[in-house]
């Protein structure tokens, strides 16, 4: 054997180790005793070994002498040029025989047995099946996000803290993963519980925040009822039962003040329109007996024998007269009947503004749908008082991404709400204005007993129960004529009341 191979004596070997081909390193258990062991090329553990038609007689691991052999080298050693490599199975079988300990043996593995069973025990590249199975310490590839891990650890990672395994919300059921879940998902469950914002210490599901804030919360703030008549306590609604009871007489007094004040007004309103028809029919008679002195001059001025044509003309005329002035009076006295009417229905017909037909400008709708985020429009009332709002957002599918624009019609505090009647019936003509080529997406939205209840009268400006359309139109639509400057037109064609229906 040449010197140049590498040999063990048992003074070195308890404390040496090899390194492998695989990039690990190899600790023999009783190291051998004048067997080689390195690869004269490589320097690493012999894999495969082979010996040469040449007179050296070395071990070469298969890999290093066929690359030598192809390049047409001699012998690294003996530097004679060889032609056939025979692989030295002897050796192989002296080498598998031999006891190792793990590679992983720092780390804490036990394992130690023959160095064949090394690969079956590292199980590097195992299958679905068997990839549980050998080394502990060897990594293994996460199924679902793809990282190697340690087989003793696989099983918990993947079950438990693996951000990528595929998880459930347990509010509402959305499957996904468990990192989308809770960076994502988690921020607009439905179905999520959320801490009440006035802090009563209920958790109601997110998507009944509103109602639970509206009606139930015992420290929300509400106004008082009686705020039309002139109250201005607000409270929370825990307090504020005690205040109705409290304050029943000052709410009457308030009351009776607001109708004094109302029935004042009329009065000097019909007072007025009394006084304006006194001076009309004085105005008339003065005029017809200005008419039959005028025609009694004529006739005494008149020849006799034209005395009675000019009087049958001057009848005639006096008649037409009479009767135009006559017709002047009933249009007079219709007019003023329609203005007492006005003026003693003044209470129920506020000032309107912005009645329809209105336009309502969108903007931003890039920003809205982005962020998820909501639109109101400026109020607008219909002609017979009742104050509205628009409100358009985006509507969302089960990951989260808007889909639809979503337009609602919410009914708000009015400031003679509490004249008018109730709830609203009706219907609300709604239009998504083509900005290009006027095709018009219309709606015509329908309160009926049924859903009444979601416009039914408002003690304050709070946007609840709105009605409306959730997927008014999807944005996919939108783009290029109806969405333009990043604006939406909606206009409110119009707005029919009908009590009965």
């Known amino acids: 054997m040449s010197t140049s191979q590498e040999t063990l004596n048992p003074t070195d070997l308890k404390s040496q180790s090899y390194s492998h081909r695989d990039g690990f390193e190899i600790s023999f258990v009783e190291p051998p005793k004048e067997l080689p062991l390195k690869c004269s090329i490589c320097l690493e553990l012999l894999t495969d070994p082979c010996i040469l038609d040449c007179d050296c007689g070395s071990n070469f691991c298969k890999?290093?002498?066929?690359?030598?052999?192809?390049?047409?080298?001699?012998c690294p050693l003996c530097q004679q040029q060889f032609t056939t490599i025979f692989p030295n199975k002897q050796l192989q079988r002296t080498l598998n025989g031999l006891m190792i300990h793990c590679p992983h043996r720092a780390g804490g593995c036990s394992w130690m047995d023959e160095l064949g069973k090394l690969k079956q025990h590292l199980n590097r590249m195992p299958s679905s099946e068997t990839r549980l199975e050998g080394c502990g310490h060897t990594d293994v590839l996460c199924q679902y996000c793809k990282k190697y891990i340690l087989r003793k650890d696989i099983l918990t990672h993947e079950t438990e803290t693996c951000p990528k395994k595929p998880y459930t919300c347990q509010y509402c059921s959305h499957p996904s993963v468990l990192d989308d879940?809770?960076?994502?998902?988690?921020?607009?469950?439905p179905q999520l519980p959320v801490p009440c914002p006035y802090e009563c210490g209920e958790r109601p599901?997110?998507?009944?925040?509103?109602?639970?804030?509206?009606?139930?919360?015992?420290?929300?703030p509400v106004l008082c009822d009686f705020r039309y008549?002139?109250?201005?306590?607000e409270l929370s609604r825990r307090d504020m039962a005690n205040h109705l009871r409290d304050s029943i007489a000052d709410h009457?007094?308030?009351?009776?003040?607001?109708?004094?004040?109302?029935v004042s007004s009329l009065k000097e309103e019909n007072q007025l329109v009394k006084q304006e028809c006194a001076d009309l029919k004085a105005s008339f008679e003065a005029e017809v007996r200005l008419l039959k002195i005028e025609s009694e001059q004529k006739m005494n001025n008149s020849l006799a024998d034209v005395r009675k044509d000019c009087y049958i003309s001057l009848q005639c005329n006096l008649d037409?007269?009479?009767e135009e002035l006559v017709c002047q009076m009933d249009d007079l006295k219709a007019e003023i009947q329609s203005e007492t009417s006005q003026a003693a229905a003044s209470c129920v017909q506020p000032s309107l503004c912005r009645v329809p037909p209105v336009e309502i400008v969108v903007t931003n709708v890039k920003h809205l749908r982005q962020q998820r985020d909501n639109w109101t429009s400026e109020p607008f009332y219909s002609r017979g008082?009742?104050?509205?709002?628009?409100?358009?957002?985006?509507?969302g599918d089960q990951d989260g991404c808007g889909t639809h624009l979503s337009v609602y019609i919410y009914i708000i505090k009015g400031e003679y709400d509490h004249q008018l009647k109730w709830p609203f019936l009706g219907q609300v003509s709604i239009t998504l204005v083509d900005q290009r080529l006027e095709r018009h997406k219309t709606n015509v939205m329908a309160v009926t007993r049924e859903n009444s209840d979601n416009i039914a009268r408002r003690y304050n400006n709070t946007l609840?129960?709105?009605?409306?359309?959730?997927?008014?139109?999807?944005?996919?639509?939108?783009?290029?004529?109806?969405?333009?400057?990043?604006?939406?037109?909606?206009?409110?064609?119009?707005?029919?009341?009908?009590?009965?229906?």
């Open 205 to 220: 599901q997110r998507q009944g925040l509103e109602l639970h804030v509206n009606k139930k919360c015992l420290l929300a």
């Open 63 to 74: 890999v290093c002498i066929e690359k030598v052999k192809k390049n047409h080298y001699p």
């Open 229 to 233: 008549a002139g109250c201005e306590v």
């Open 385 to 395: 008082g009742y104050k509205m709002v628009l409100k358009v957002l985006p509507y």
């Open 464 to 501: 609840t129960g709105g009605l409306g359309y959730p997927t008014f139109i999807e944005y996919k639509y939108l783009s290029p004529n109806y969405l333009k400057d990043d604006c939406l037109v909606f206009r409110i064609d119009d707005i029919k009341y009908m009590y009965n229906w």
């Open 181 to 189: 879940i809770r960076e994502n998902h988690w921020l607009v469950c």
């Open 320 to 322: 037409d007269r009479v």
């Open 252 to 262: 009457m007094t308030l009351m009776s003040l607001k109708h004094r004040e109302e």
